[in-house]
């Protein structure tokens, strides 16, 4: 075991450099879409709840979007839009369209879980509809929102390693570096650093919704 640990030592020593690369391509690859999904999705959720006909079509598409593979989306995409296969907007303009996919039925079904009462007790105080969005049913929706923000960061993060297979994926680029030479080590590496990016991903979610529903824990310690 010492002697594989010397191994990853000595690997990082002569290519620490490009792993740090690797790991923030990995990690902007991942998480400006699921920015760029948010924006979008919630007025899509929101549409999706004010206007109930909307409701079944949008999800549909959104499950549809999400069946089709990563792979080939990655590769159909620089063909569809005009953009080289090398470019990293295809891996951008993919995972969003599979977090947005993703965050429509989170937002849509959070602004749902929102008690009529709520709503009603806000209108009446004069609350105009941004104004309520904003300030009312975004805030008691988070930690339903936040839970799909969750599973869209943490599967962003795994998908990115797809794009190594066409050239760009961040540590994925380690997996296909390490097959190519049947060399374990930059597997390992790129492995662990992705699993560690994901869980701490995690855990800042989990801290920041924490942060903005306090009263989700004063209700918990009861």
Do not use: C, K
Request: no cysteine.
């Amino acid at each position: 075991m010492g002697g594989y640990l010397g191994d990853v030592r000595d690997y990082l020593d002569v290519n620490g450099d490009l792993v740090l690369d690797l790991l923030a391509q990995h990690l902007v690859l991942a998480l400006v879409p699921v920015l760029i999904a948010l924006l979008v999705s919630i007025p899509l959720g929101y549409l999706a709840v004010r206007y109930e006909w909307l409701y079944h079509p949008l999800l549909n598409l959104s499950s549809l979007l999400y069946a089709i593979p990563s792979l080939a989306l990655f590769v159909l995409l620089p063909g569809i839009i005009g953009t080289r296969i090398l470019d990293e907007i295809n891996i951008v303009i993919a995972l969003s369209i599979y977090s947005v996919a993703l965050l429509v039925r989170t937002v849509a079904d959070g602004l749902r879980s929102v008690d009529a009462a709520v709503t009603q007790a806000a209108t009446a105080m004069g609350y105009r509809r941004v104004r309520r969005l904003l300030t009312v049913e975004l805030p008691i929706a988070t930690p339903v929102i936040f839970a799909g923000l969750r599973v869209a960061t943490v599967s962003n993060i795994s998908l990115v390693s797809v794009g190594a297979l066409i050239g760009i994926g961040g540590l994925g680029q380690l997996f296909t570096r390490g097959f190519q030479l049947f060399y374990s080590v930059p597997i390992v590496i790129g492995l662990v650093l992705s699993i560690t990016l994901a869980l701490l991903a995690d855990l800042l979610l989990v801290l920041t919704q924490r942060g903005l529903t306090p009263w989700t824990r004063a209700g918990a310690t009861r």
